[in-house]
């Protein structure tokens, strides 16, 4: 005779339930990481290829002369001199600067701004619309009333930058608590998250995904306020990428403005990519919202 | 005893007749612009003793949820009193897990809101990962989970809370038939081990037979409750069953005539 094993009714449901557990689970194939990486690189490749083959054509046609529009060759390795060279990294660290410190100071007028909205219903009455005013007018226009008040100093390029840049976060914070699922803020009372723990655990962190994208917004703001402001608000002895943009056509050096502009380019990117999009990917993997 | 959710804060003796652990009694609750009122609730009055597990069924725009916010002390009755002994927790049809937490920061989230130190926040989110069976999956965010899964991570996040009443509101709607079986077992292996009280609101009835000890009918617009049934039948009970079915029925039609009352609104 054989023996059997006899198993408790309660291990029966364990089995059940485990294994009704692993069918739900999708099975995920692995992504071959390099495959990904260069699945993601090669467009961005080829289209600034693309771009590259354009300007030389331009170039090429001759509808304006060299000295005035320089082919893509000559630019690049002016760019890699300027790179090999201290003046441009000065000038790219106090730029950098600037934008550090005056994202930074919009990160936390927006947010206090964008706190204060979302707590106050008559607040929001009175300002909100104006908050998105002020996102629309061009950050250009504050800098005859910021050199007004505060003369051709740091202050009068901050002023504009944060000016720029906080509405936008503001508006991403108000837009993100807006939007949070009336059940999660059910479920948070429930578990008793009340007063600033209810801010902390609940409010904010589902509002996070819509204001990383304020962020995102702000700083593409930021960025474009300060080289207006670099380029109307010159400080004497002070290099900066606006200045180097300046002189570059003051002196007529077309190699010079483009590298510069590259520059300039390169910066917004990189640091939208990498800040920001490292940001956004890593939220909206945690939230399932991202593919692999 | 603490009397949660009452206008008037009034100290209702829960503990008198000794087990009643929720009482309701005349509730009455309205929505709307002054003048133009809706009456959701209209005098509902209902006692749930210690470990039992009651299931309300009503159709729809009977209140129940409405009623399961006023005891979860969401929202305020318009009238009438609520007390509960110990502390209720809701759960929602959808689970309402945090997207940004795991499992496990779900679980753990009450437990952190109680001021635990880390340590024991850590064993307690092992241990009640474990009565939901799901102790390899702590670290799944929600959207990793199935629908079945997630409401088990939904009771385990009740449960951390120190919750002794469950309130449930249609959990396992949007789920498959299969599953929903199985967590019939798991709830009622849950309630009987955590020794826990368990109000249960469903439009499926048979749902009902299988889980109450007693099943709530409530009328619709307003809510009342017009009927009760008790369950006598053996645990656990199989939904298909024809024991079950026959109750199922009687209760249908009792429902089904309520709906009747409707037919000229």
Known sequence: MTERVIRPIGSRLDDELRGMDNLELPLTPRRDRLAAIWAGLWPKLAAIGLALLVWQLVVWAGFRPVYVLPGPLVVLERLAADLAGSDLLRATAITLQRAVIGFSLALLIGTALGLAIVRSLRLRTAVASLITGLQTMPSIAWFPLAILLFGLTETAIMFVVVLGAAPSIANGLIYGVDHIPRVLLRAGTVLGARGVARYRYVIFPAALPSFVGGLKQGWAFAWRSLMAGELLVIIAAVPSIGVRLQFAREFSDAPGLLSTMIIILLIGILVDLVVFGTLDRAIRRRWGLLEI | ?265
């Open chain 2, 1 to 265: 005893m603490s009397a949660l959710a009452s206008p008037q804060r009034a100290e209702v003796d829960v503990s008198r007749p000794a087990e009643v652990v929720l009482r309701v009694r005349d509730v009455r609750k309205t929505y709307g612009p002054f003048g133009n009122r809706v009456l959701a609730l209209d005098g509902i009055s209902l006692e749930v003793r210690r470990g039992e597990f009651v299931c309300m069924v009503g159709a729809s725009g009977c209140g129940k949820t409405t009623l399961l916010n006023l005891i979860a002390a969401l929202d305020r009755p318009s009238r009438g009193e609520i007390a509960i002994d110990g502390r209720a927790s809701l759960l929602f049809q959808e689970a309402a897990l945090f997207p940004w937490l795991t499992a496990a920061g779900n679980i753990e989230l009450p437990l952190r809101l109680a001021g635990l130190t880390r340590h024991d926040r850590r064993r307690e989110v092992e241990r009640l990962l474990e009565l939901v069976h799901l102790g390899d999956f702590g670290d799944k965010r929600p959207h990793e989970l199935s629908g079945g899964m997630r409401q088990r991570v939904a009771v385990a996040r009740s449960l951390a809370q120190d919750a002794e009443v469950l309130l449930m509101d249609e959990p396992f709607g949007s789920l498959d038939a299969m599953t929903r079986d199985l967590l019939h077992d798991e709830l009622e292996r849950i309630w009987r081990e955590a020794g826990l009280t368990v109000l249960f609101v469903t439009h499926d009835v048979r749902e009902a037979v299988r889980l109450g000890d007693r099943i709530v009918v409530l009328t619709s617009r307003p809510g009342r409750v017009v009927d009760e049934f008790p369950v006598d039948l053996a645990r656990p009970r199989n939904i298909a069953s024809p024991e079950v079915g026959d109750l199922a029925g009687i209760v249908t039609q009792r429902l089904r005539a309520e709906v009747r009352r409707h037919a000229d609104d």
